[in-house]
Structure formats: C-alpha cells, structure tokens
C-alpha cells in the first residue's frame, strides 16, 4: 500500500520531539455514480502504532524502519520518534531516563490521536529492547494504549542487569559504577558519563545493528532508571487489551526469561513467542517468521481498518 511520510513535531514536557509519520494512502472510495456504498476508502478511520526505539538509537534505526514498513503495508499509520535526548529530538543529548520515555510514549499518543486518518480508540504501541520495556509500561498506565507489541523487551531492570553482568566480578563493576555515579552526582553536582556497553553488553559481531546515530555515553543516571524500572508491576493491568511478547530465543543482549516473566504476569489475551536461530535484533535482520507471527497476531487481534465513518463536516487530508 502506498505511503505518505512526513516529518513531525510532538511536543512533550516543553520540549519538541522529532517525528516521521506514514499513512497508507488507501484508494479512493467509489463515487455513488459507480454503485460504491458509503463510507471506506480515503474516509476511514484506522488503527495506528507508535513505533519506539531502543536504547540511546532513533527513529531512522532498522528496529524501527522496518516494522513501521511492515505495518504501512498492512494499512496502519504509524508515528515513529526520537525520543528526548536522542536522535534528532531536544532535550539533554544522552540522557535516557525510562519514566520520561515514558510521558514521551503518552504525548506522543496524544498527537497521534489528532490524525484524521486515525481512529484514536485503536492506537497501539510497539517497540523493541528498551522500547519494548517502554511499550509495555505505558500501556500498564495509560488505557489509550489499545494494543502492545515487545520485541526483545524487558519487565525488571534489577533482574535483567543481574543476567547481563553474569560474573561476581562483572555485577561488582556494575554496581560500583552505579555507586559512583550516585556519590559523583552528589559531590559535583554533575553526571558521571558512562560508556554504553558498561550499561548494556552487546557482542561487538551485534553492534553493526545499531543506528547510525546511536548515542556512545550516557550519565550514570541511565544506568540507575533502568535498573529501577519494572514493566512487571504494571503488566497485569494491560489485559483485556491484546499483548504480544516475541523474544530470541537465545538473545545474548536482553535476557529471554525477562519476557517470559511477563508472559507470567499479564492477563489474557497474550501470547509469548521465543524464536530460534535469532538473536535480539529481530525486527532489523528481516526475519521472514517474525513478519509472518506478527501479521497472523494483527489480523486476530488488532486489524488495520475500523470502517468508522466520519462525522459530519470533518474534512480529511
């Protein structure tokens, strides 16, 4: 399906969030000359997706382009973003605090919720790795949240840490980091700059993964959010909305029992699904059974087109 993109800007806490926007242009609906019924077409109302990066990456990362592609194709709109802090987005470069991302995620859906094309009881969140810890907290706090999509995501930050830094060794460098960050912070006044792979490790044969732009450094008060935040708590208040939860199998970034523990924790309807022979960067490698999983979950639970007609006087565009 064709797609119009466009740039936008979301305004969030006082600050401008960049944006691209895709809306499926549908075919025309048939004129009542040619027998066409009312309503469909250019006059339907859809379902939406926000798309949300991963950790310190952006919206022109392949863990967003390509599921954003994908779900234009199926006649979603979608509303990528950077969030604050990344990309092309104000706000302090590399500060990266999981609630903020958050209240980024829920104005973001505010926007998107304006569209005339959009039909904003049906807009739904997808994200990956920490996008996909983001995805599933919004939606454990904001109702607006129709549907949930987590690839590779995350639900306690503690636990996910603890499977990262695997050695005593490794959890002692860790959490002397987050001490001296907390003791910098207080003796400066300033942030401890931390580089990325002592937050979160990834095999230097995955890095070539990350966006273009991805941040390098981040304060140590990132370290201290994530290990903070827990997608956990909040997923049980998802249900009965749709959630689906896809993780690699054998991730070697983000540790697969974190989403199997969320599995445990949500109500239904949700499904789990572990692929093998993937690793964490799923959506950007063009996994052909993650698309086709993820096409069979829209069409049962969360089709693209809504069939609601306009009111009267509402013009489209």
Not at 185 to 203: E, N
Not at 216 to 231: K, V
Request: include cysteine.
């Amino acid at each position: 399906m064709p797609t119009t993109e466009s740039s936008v800007t979301i305004p969030s806490a006082g600050l401008r969030l960049a944006g691209t926007l895709g809306v499926p242009q549908p075919p025309p609906s048939p004129s009542p000359a040619s027998g066409g019924g009312k309503g469909g077409g250019r006059d339907e109302r859809r379902g939406a997706f926000l798309v949300l990066h991963g950790f310190g990456s952006s919206r022109n990362s392949s863990n967003v382009l390509a599921p954003s592609r994908i779900l234009n194709d199926l006649g979603y709109v979608t509303l990528a973003f950077d969030m604050r802090g990344c990309g092309d987005s104000e706000g302090e470069h590399g500060r990266v605090i999981c609630l903020e991302q958050v209240e980024d995620t829920r104005n973001a859906l505010t926007f998107l919720a304006q569209h005339p094309s959009v039909d904003p009881r049906r807009i739904g969140v997808i994200g990956s790795s920490f996008g996909g810890a983001v995805a599933v907290y919004s939606a454990g706090v904001d109702e607006r949240v129709a549907a949930v999509i987590s690839n590779g995501g995350w639900g306690d930050g503690e636990r996910k840490f603890r499977g990262q830094h695997k050695s005593p060794q490794e959890w002692a460098r860790f959490t002397d980091m987050l001490r001296e960050g907390r003791e910098h912070r207080a003796r400066t006044g300033k942030s401890l700059m931390v580089p990325r792979y002592d937050i979160v490790p990834i095999p230097p044969h995955l890095r070539n993964n990350l966006a273009g732009n991805a941040i390098e450094s981040f304060p140590a008060e990132t370290a201290q959010s994530m290990f903070d935040f827990r997608a956990d708590d909040v997923a049980g208040r998802i249900a009965p909305r749709p959630l689906l939860l896809l993780h690699a199998a054998g991730d070697s970034v983000t540790p697969t029992e974190q989403s199997i523990e969320l599995f445990k924790r949500a109500g239904q309807p949700t499904e789990l699904h572990l692929i093998s022979n993937a690793d964490h960067f799923m959506f950007g490698v063009g996994n052909t059974r993650v698309w086709d999983l993820l096409r069979g979950w829209l069409g049962e639970y969360f089709p693209a087109a809504t069939a609601i007609p306009r009111r009267a006087g509402e013009l489209a565009h």
